[in-house]
């Protein structure tokens, strides 16, 4: 079984947009929720938070990065092309029902995350203030949507293009500083910025929820790819999670596994960039002699 790309688009210079035909997985998906993408029978299994769905369409979308030659290869397929494996929809959705008043902080490519899950806690009767953060203006995505159903947005830019100049902890402290009423926080993007709104709410006795991304190969718990230490215990995000309570999370731990393929990942990319020059270069040179 192969599963049609029905759309695709680049959100900006760092981040792809994809919409596929998967009606068994739309019809079962939640908020918080990932499949996992494998593009050929070479390819790599790549793990994919669902940005949004469509039960009636029977359709998946996911926004990924193309920073390896996985996630690159991925972006070269176009509408009409398919993918050869979608499974999921995998791991625990995000629980949203009493949160109360709640603080979604999406990062970078985590904005993609929090969109959905903004939206879930909301539906779920809490009311919801997002925090978005990027580099750049250039960077941010999402925002109308989330404006249409948030109780308030903030948006955070390092360079200050757009928003407030800073990171995405410097509105939250601001609203805990200012007393205002906080049951949970949802955190979504690099685990740096993870692990300091983790250690902001931990003072102020915060509930704070996670969604990891980590290293993952099967994505049903048999690997131990993705194991994290979660309160001195070993955990598992494809099955576990991907939410954690945040402040049981072993941060760096997490952030050094997170590290470990660096070497091998540069020489794939390598590898992937050498092999794309040849084949243009055969392309080009077939044409010529026609």
């Known amino acids: 079984m192969s599963f049609e790309i029905l759309d695709t688009r680049e959100l900006n210079s760092e981040n792809t947009w994809m919409k596929i035909k998967a009606p068994l997985i739309a019809e079962r998906c939640k908020a918080g929720q990932f499949i996992i993408i494998r593009s050929n029978e070479k390819g790599e299994r790549i793990p994919l938070t669902i940005a949004n769905w469509d039960k009636k369409e029977g359709s998946v979308e996911v926004v ?3 920073v390896g030659a996985s996630t690159q290869e991925l972006g070269t397929y176009k509408k009409g092309d398919f993918l050869l494996d979608v499974v999921g ?4 959705p995000t629980h949203t029902k009493g949160a109360g008043n709640t603080i979604v902080i999406g990062g970078g490519l985590g904005i993609a995350i929090a969109t959905p899950v903004a939206r879930a806690y909301k ?3 809490n009311k919801v203030h997002v925090i978005i953060g ?4 250039e960077l941010l995505f999402n925002v109308e949507i989330l404006e249409s159903f948030a109780d308030g947005l903030t948006i955070c830019t390092d360079d200050g293009s757009f928003g407030i100049k800073g990171f995405v902890t410097q509105p939250l402290q601001e609203m805990i500083d200012k007393g205002e009423k906080i049951d949970t926080v949802f955190c979504v993007g690099p685990p740096i910025m993870m692990k300091f709104i983790s250690k902001i709410t931990e003072k102020h006795g915060i509930h704070t929820v996670a969604s990891l991304n980590t290293i993952m190969l099967d994505g049903t718990g048999m690997c131990g790819a993705c194991r994290v230490t979660i309160g ?3 955990k598992f995000v494809c099955v576990d999670g991907p939410d954690f309570d945040a402040h049981l999370v072993d941060w760096d731990e997490m952030m050094a596994r997170t590290q470990a393929y660096r070497e091998e990942e540069k020489i794939a990319l390598e590898h992937y960039h050498k092999c794309r020059a040849e084949k243009a270069l055969e392309e080009q040179n077939s044409k010529e002699k026609k």
């Open 64 to 66: 990924f990065q193309k």
């Open 134 to 137: 990027a580099r750049t203006k």
């Open 89 to 92: 929809p995998l791991g625990i």
């Open 232 to 234: 001195n215990e070993i």
């Open 123 to 125: 539906e779920a009767g």
